[in-house]
C-alpha cells in the first residue's frame, strides 16, 4: 500500500492550492478513497471522500463549494483543488484509503490506509 500526498504549502486567504496524493496500482483501483485534515489542536476529521468507481462524492459541509475531489486513472493519483482558502483551513492533510467500494458510514475508523501528511497554511 503506498499513499503519498504532495502540494502543501502558504497562500494567503482566498488563494487556491491543489494537493495530491500518488497511490500504488492496487491501492488505486481496489479501495475508496478520501482527503482527511488535522488542525493544530483538533482532532482529524473527513474532508471529502470518493467511492472505489469515482462516482459517489461526499464533502464536509465546510468545504463544500470551495474544494473538490477529482482523480486520474492513467496516473493512479487523486487530487483535491481547494479555492477559497481561509484561515480555518489550516492544517496538515491527508489522503487515506478503505478496502471497500464505498464509504459506509463516513467515519475515520473506515481508513485502512494513511499517507503520510502535507502542511496547508493559510495566511490570513
Known amino acids: 500500500v503506498q499513499l503519498q500526498a504532495s502540494g502543501g504549502g502558504l497562500v494567503q486567504a482566498g488563494g487556491s492550492l491543489r494537493l495530491s496524493c500518488e497511490a500504488s496500482r492496487s491501492t488505486f483501483t481496489d479501495s475508496s478513497m478520501g482527503w482527511f485534515r488535522q488542525a493544530p489542536g483538533k482532532e482529524r476529521e473527513i474532508v471529502v471522500t470518493?467511492?472505489?468507481?469515482?462516482?459517489?462524492?461526499r464533502y464536509a459541509d465546510s468545504v463544500k463549494g470551495r474544494f473538490t475531489i477529482s482523480r486520474d486513472a492513467a496516473k493512479f493519483t487523486m487530487y483535491l483543488q481547494m479555492n477559497n482558502l481561509n484561515f480555518e483551513d489550516t492544517a496538515v492533510y491527508y489522503c487515506?484509503?478503505?478496502?471497500?467500494?464505498?464509504?459506509?458510514?463516513?467515519?475515520?475508523?473506515?481508513?485502512?490506509?494513511w499517507g503520510q501528511g502535507t502542511l496547508v497554511t493559510v495566511s490570513s
Open positions: 470518493l467511492s472505489r468507481d469515482g462516482r459517489s462524492t
Open positions: 487515506g484509503a478503505t478496502a471497500r467500494a464505498r464509504w459506509r458510514r463516513w467515519h475515520l475508523d473506515e481508513v485502512d490506509y
